[in-house]
């Protein structure tokens, strides 16, 4: 199965959750090769991104290679095609910019990984990668006691390690994890705020996925809009409002709390 690798690790959030905030190059560009920020002026030290949300400037490159070397076995990926996007490895910021204006739409329609083989490589290779660190770390996520909120906080927690990478969640979370203070947590994590919107926003569907775990207990569960790459998180019915109002105050009373 997909997931065995990662469930054995303990991981019992959503890997769908996580991979569906990675995004998919495929969708929104025609492409899997694509730079998730400006060209013109980045904001960010993102490399080029190959599906499904493989940083080509940050990732280490045995894995970037043996996910590459997947795609030709898969003849999703021709050698030329895997010759010049191994010349992307390394670039961030304004040098990936850079490459990706001289070479991106030589990659147009020719590269394209069928969502089925991005979300394998995920389960299979690159999530595992991302959370064990987490779990050496961190012990007692694998002691939450509530199963509602285990499964959020394993989602939230390794959708934040693909996109902060493993040592920033760490710092991030540990004294919760340690404290089990989820809604601390969750808090925390909604306090994070990024020069692109786009991930400020992704930090806020981290955290309320916590909070409607919190709320929810054992009606919790997970919804997707698979009519776009990016998820919402939703929150149902009655437990919308409370789940605000707490966001709210914890965010106010941060100092407090945290």
Not at 46 to 75: A, H, Q, W
Not at 101 to 122: C, D, H, N, R, T
Not at 207 to 212: G, K, R, T
């Amino acid at each position: 199965m997909a997931e065995n690798k990662l469930k054995k690790a303990g991981f019992e959030g959503s890997l769908q959750w996580v991979y569906n905030e990675e995004g998919s190059g495929a969708k929104m560009y025609q492409s899997s090769v694509y730079y998730p920020d400006s060209l013109i002026n980045p904001k960010t030290r993102s490399g080029v991104t190959i599906d499904p949300g493989i940083d080509l400037g940050n990732c280490d490159i045995p894995l970037i290679n043996k996910v590459l070397r997947l795609y030709c076995r898969n003849n999703v990926l021709s050698e030329k095609l895997f010759d010049k996007i191994k010349s992307a490895i390394g670039y961030k910021g304004i040098d990936a910019a850079i490459w990706f204006k001289s070479y991106g739409q030589e990659f147009k329609i020719k590269f394209i990984v069928p969502e089925a083989l991005a979300f394998e490589v995920m389960a299979n290779i690159t999530a595992i990668e991302y959370w064990k660190p987490l779990v050496k770390a961190m012990p007692g996520l694998l002691k939450i006691r509530r199963i509602s909120a285990r499964k959020a906080v394993h989602t939230a927690l390794l959708s934040m390690s693909y996109n902060r990478g493993w040592k920033n969640t760490i710092l991030l979370a540990r004294e919760f994890i340690e404290m089990a203070n989820y809604a601390g947590l969750a808090a925390k994590i909604a306090a994070v705020r990024h020069s692109l919107k786009s991930l400020t926003d992704r930090r806020k569907r981290e955290a309320d996925l916590i909070y409607a775990a919190i709320e929810q207990c054992d009606d919790f569960s997970y919804s997707f809009d698979y009519l776009k790459p990016i998820p919402v998180t939703v929150i149902p019915g009655a437990y919308k409002e409370t789940v605000i109002k707490i966001l709210e105050f914890e965010l106010t009373h941060a100092d407090i709390i945290l």
